[in-house]
């Protein structure tokens, strides 16, 4: 018997040391969240990144901003849209001065008028605050880099698919906002996809000035006219669901092939109604949501120096260029259209 007392202590010990190392190994785990759940957040309270805009009551950027408001709550950071009701360069301009004045961590800015915002967007730089376009660039200020549609494509879009409604034959009236870079390039891409059936003509280009009054009495006039257009293309939101509203009180819907641009709640009732024939759907929610993630990142590691002109640097840091892509909404497929963003645009 006394020969198996080592033995037994032996084995006594062991069990204890097992014991031993599987409280450690249990405890380990619940250490482990412990320390990971009080780790610091890599935002402070006091980050703020404001949207700024022209015409910020329509729906379009209603939309960007709950792509904004998204991204800040998932953050835990703060957000805030500033610009005028209407359409009003200058007042954009005062409204991204106010927002430099804050000092926020980041500014997105719609480039309504890039002669007058172009300064501007350069002396927040060289006050160290981020700033990136979105929806309308201004490719010769010092912005970072420009978020949105290829709108020279797009345009390409809807001039082959106004091709394909007209039968490769007609005249066109298009509604546009002149001083407008991302409009401009809209507008080159239509030429360039009628240029190729020369019995497309652009018959007229009205200057809407972000009033969807008077894309409707422009409408009305040319429809009143001898001359009736066979077509009518919007290059922006605020045209087209007035458009749509003449030539369906004209009793010309399916007549007049009418074209638009975004899925405002306004052009897709006129889809459904089969009075709008098409539109190309742009994404503004995604542009406010990762544009404002994408100032974020660049809020906590800079580039050295934040002014330089990176758009011109081979060793860049960031893109000149981020495209958020477009498709085309018809009466087949508005129906597939989703009622409201992830979260219902809160992030909650």
């Known amino acids: 018997m006394l020969a198996l007392k080592p033995v037994i202590h032996y084995r006594a010990r062991c069990l204890m040391r097992r014991a031993k190392w599987s409280l450690f190994t249990a405890a380990v785990p619940a250490t482990f969240l412990f320390l990971t759940g009080c780790a610091a957040s890599p935002h402070e309270p006091t980050e703020k990144y404001i949207l700024v805009a022209d015409n910020t009551k329509i729906p379009y950027w209603q939309t960007a901003m709950q792509g904004v408001t998204h991204a800040t709550v998932e953050m835990k950071v703060k957000s805030e849209l500033q610009g005028p009701d209407g359409h009003d360069p200058q007042g954009e301009h ?3 001065r106010r927002a430099v004045a804050e000092k926020p961590s980041g500014i997105l800015v719609q480039a309504a008028d890039v002669t007058i915002l172009g300064p501007d967007i ?3 730089l060289n006050q160290g605050i981020p700033v990136v376009t979105i929806d309308s660039d201004a490719p010769d200020s010092k912005r970072l880099f420009f978020i949105g549609t290829d709108n020279y494509n797009a345009g390409m879009i809807g001039g082959r698919m106004t091709s394909k409604l007209l039968n490769n034959k007609g005249s066109v009236v298009i509604f546009t906002i002149p001083s407008q870079v991302n409009l401009k390039d809209r507008l080159q891409g239509y030429q360039a996809a009628f240029a190729d059936h020369t019995d497309i003509k652009i018959a007229q280009v009205v200057d809407m000035n972000g009033n969807s009054d008077v894309a409707f009495d ?5 429809l009143d006219s001898k001359n009736k257009p066979d077509a009518f293309v919007c290059l922006e939101a605020l045209s087209c669901p007035a458009v749509a509203d003449v030539v369906n009180r004209g009793g010309m819907g399916g007549k007049v092939t009418v074209v638009a641009m975004d899925t405002d709640p306004g052009t ?13 759907a742009q994404k503004p929610w995604t542009m406010g949501y990762y544009g404002t993630k994408v100032l974020d990142m660049i809020h906590h590691n800079p580039p050295k120096p934040l002014q330089e002109n990176w758009a011109q640097n081979l060793y860049s840091p960031v893109p000149t260029f981020v495209d958020t892509g477009t498709f085309i909404v018809n ?3 508005v129906g ?3 009622a409201q963003p992830p979260g219902g645009g809160t992030g909650q």
């Open 94 to 96: 005062e409204a991204f």
């Open 122 to 124: 350069n002396s927040a």
């Open 218 to 222: 422009a409408a009305k006039k040319l």
């Open 268 to 280: 897709v009732d006129w889809i459904k109604k089969g009075v709008i024939s098409a539109t190309i």
């Open 331 to 333: 009466k087949d497929n």
């Open 336 to 338: 597939n259209l989703s």
